[in-house]
Every structure is written in structure tokens, then in C-alpha cells.
């Protein structure tokens, strides 16, 4: 089982995007246990900090370093990845030389109620992980349309395509884990 720390990039608690990780949880069954790594504390990130971080950024890295692996759940804002979510990953890569997500499996999917889900916010993102020498399950990508009703609270998926897209993308993520595991 892999230990896989998940971000959302909403700061919502009635992101659709938290629902989102909830059925991801359950359709990865025995194979990912998915922890959250809080965001919503952070400070705007500052180089002058580097020194001291402050004990939000602290715990972001720590966690970070802890999981087998990283899962980015993100909306998308003004066509691109929410300003909380590009606040944490600046913790998370700094200062330089301490970048938590080097070498860190990741993965990044995302809904949204917007025609073209969240593809922009997830390429703008896949650039940062990229500089962040992350690698990065590349296929499939996972974001789709959401609409009310389509899942709930709990992670209870009811709409048959969107449980395929996830279960896919579950599937994928899980084989990617096992690939990076036999690399290192």
C-alpha cells in the first residue's frame, strides 16, 4: 500500500475538488491511503523566511517527504492553478537546494463546472512539477466536467463515465507508483 499525501487546491471545504479525493479514497481500495496535506495555513510564501520557515511550511515538507507519492486535485481559476495551490508548491520547492518534491512521484487531476474541466490549470501545473524535477504520471490525464449530483460529500461516484475516467486514472496511478518503486 502506498501512503499518498493529497493536495486540493481549492481552499473550500465544499470544493467539488474535495469530493473529488473522496472517490479517488475509495476506488484506490487497498492499494493508496490517502492523506490531505493542509494548505489553507500557509503564509504567502517569502524567501526572507527560508531561514525559519514558519511551522505551516515546515509541516507542508514534512509531509511531503513522508508520502510515497503526491496527488495534485485542483480547480481552475482564471485558466490557470489557484493562487493557494501555486503558494504551496513554492513552499514546497524552497529554499533552494531543500526542494520536497524532487524525485517525489506525482500525479494531477481535477474537476471543474467549466466545459474544458480543469486542462489548462492541470498543463500550467505539470510545468511547475516538471522544474521541480517531479515525475509525473503523464496518461491518462483525469479532469472532466462536473455537474451537481455527480458525487458526493462522502466520494459515492454517481454518474458510470465519470467512475470509468476515475477508476482509469486509479488504475494508472497505482502502476505508475509500482514503476517509480522498481527505479529507486
Request: charged share 25%; with cysteine; proline share 5%.
Amino acid at each position: 500500500m502506498y501512503d499518498v499525501g493529497f493536495i486540493v487546491g481549492s481552499l473550500s471545504e465544499e470544493s467539488i475538488n474535495r469530493r473529488l479525493a473522496a472517490a479517488i479514497g475509495h476506488l484506490a481500495g487497498d492499494r493508496m491511503r490517502l492523506t490531505e496535506i493542509e494548505i489553507g495555513d500557509l503564509p504567502v510564501y517569502n524567501r526572507d523566511l527560508d531561514d525559519d520557515l514558519p511551522g505551516p511550511a515546515k509541516r507542508l515538507k514534512d509531509q511531503i517527504e513522508g508520502a510515497d507519492a503526491v496527488l495534485f486535485i485542483t480547480p481552475e481559476y482564471n485558466r490557470s492553478v489557484p493562487a493557494a495551490l501555486t503558494n504551496a508548491i513554492e513552499w514546497a520547492s524552497r529554499p533552494f537546494g531543500e526542494n520536497s518534491l524532487t524525485g517525489k512521484p506525482t500525479a494531477v487531476c481535477g474537476a471543474s463546472p467549466g466545459a474544458v474541466g480543469t486542462a489548462v490549470a492541470q498543463q500550467d501545473l505539470r510545468s511547475m512539477l516538471t522544474y521541480s524535477d517531479s515525475p509525473q504520471l503523464q496518461a491518462p490525464e483525469m479532469y472532466f466536467q462536473y455537474t451537481e449530483g455527480t458525487i458526493d460529500e462522502d466520494g459515492t461516484i454517481h454518474d458510470d463515465d465519470v467512475r470509468h475516467v476515475i477508476s482509469e486514472f486509479v488504475d494508472a496511478f497505482a502502476q505508475f507508483l509500482d514503476e517509480q518503486r522498481s527505479i529507486s
